[in-house]
């Protein structure tokens, strides 16, 4: 840690106070597990499957005009936060560990961590969002496309883009009133907010509370949200007599069900191993890793992908790229012809 420790930044700062911040950390990543290498492979494979599959499903609602619906803005809106934030978190998760650079920068650092969380939050967010959408569907049909319009999701969805944006803006922001004068090893495979204000050498209270208030906000609130629409959901479908209104109602809401659980299972569960007990870091950062990186590769399959609505979209585009394709190549033989 010598020659980081000799790039100390020393910056004065407000209130008479200076803060030291160096000009490198250092990540740690995993701790002594053989190999390793195996997994960011695994990470690659991935992260190109999760830009394959979420870059299909954004073109496919793009360019198919009857999936211009307040429903598939919030799927496009998933997509697309899906796609940033594996974007945000794999490649230089690569290159830090796959390629042994496991040195950032200061401030890199502190951009890297606000990426990462904002895309985690406002994944968390837009699941609360779908969650609205089968709420309003199943328990007010008849008042569905009154309620649920374009304007309303867009402003929601804006809403939430710039909440998020100012809570993780902030978390990172409050950093720099962090003085690191002792270790500069991160525990973790990114620069984590907990982590990075733990290594702090004089009062951090400040980031304490703020990181409380981020974990409420992108793990707990969410979820208790949507378990209040679907109590809600359950007992509007317990007045329905028709079974067969009721099985198609759950099925509406079965891969709703399954991302969210994919997506807060695993991120409630490190996040309550490591305050009530000892969680080695090793496992921490697996969980982690696979929160941030699974809940994109399958969210597009499970929720979009297999739509009898969406499938008969690629379809119809694959079916006309042909008839365009054939068309132009009709016109060029009749050109060849003609000279």
């Given at each position: 840690m010598t020659p980081v420790l000799n790039h100390f930044i020393i910056f004065a700062a407000m209130s008479n106070t200076?803060?030291?911040?160096?000009?490198?950390?250092?990540?740690?990543?995993?701790?002594?597990?053989?190999?390793?290498?195996?997994?960011?492979?695994?990470?690659?494979?991935?992260?190109?499957?999760?830009?394959?599959?979420?870059?299909?499903?954004?073109?496919v609602i793009y360019l198919v005009k009857t999936l211009h619906t307040p429903k598939y803005m919030i799927v496009f809106n998933l997509a697309l936060t899906d796609l940033c934030g594996s974007t945000a978190l794999i490649p230089k998760l690569l290159d830090t560990f796959l390629f042994d650079n496991r040195y950032i920068v200061y401030e890199a650092c502190l951009s890297y961590m606000f990426f990462v969380w904002l895309f985690l939050g406002v994944q968390s967010w837009t699941l609360v969002i779908m969650a609205y959408d089968r709420f309003i569907a199943i328990c007010f049909p008849l008042r569905y496309h009154s309620i649920v319009t374009k304007p309303a999701i867009a402003a929601m969805l804006l809403f939430m883009w710039v909440f998020i944006s100012c809570l993780t803006a902030c978390s990172a922001g409050l950093l720099n009133?962090?003085?690191?004068?002792?270790?500069?090893?991160?525990?973790?495979?990114?620069?984590?907010?907990?982590?990075?204000?733990?290594?702090?050498?004089?009062?951090?209270?400040?980031s304490y509370h703020i990181a409380n208030v981020v974990l409420i906000v992108i793990a707990c609130f969410p979820p208790l949200l949507i378990a209040l629409t679907y109590i809600c959901i359950a007992i509007a479908l317990s007045r329905i007599a028709s079974r067969e209104e009721q099985v198609r109602a759950v099925k509406t809401c079965i891969s709703h069900l399954i991302i969210v659980a994919i997506f807060f299972l695993p991120l409630l569960g490190t996040n309550i191993a490591a305050l009530t007990s000892y969680l080695h870091p090793n496992a921490r950062i697996i969980n982690s890793t696979l929160t941030n990186t699974i809940p994109p590769l399958f969210n597009p399959i499970i929720y979009s992908l297999k739509t009898e609505e969406v499938l008969n979209s690629i379809w119809k585009l694959c079916k006309n790229k042909r008839l365009s394709n054939i068309t132009f190549s009709k016109k060029v033989t009749s050109l060849s012809r003609l000279y």
């Open positions: 200076t803060f030291v911040r160096p000009a490198k950390f250092y990540l740690s990543g995993f701790y002594n597990i053989p190999h390793v290498k195996y997994f960011y492979v695994f990470l690659c494979f991935v992260y190109i499957m999760t830009v394959l599959g979420n870059g299909l499903l954004l073109s009133r962090i003085s690191f004068c002792g270790s500069l090893v991160i525990q973790s495979f990114f620069c984590d907010h907990g982590p990075m204000y733990r290594l702090a050498c004089n009062d951090n209270s400040l």
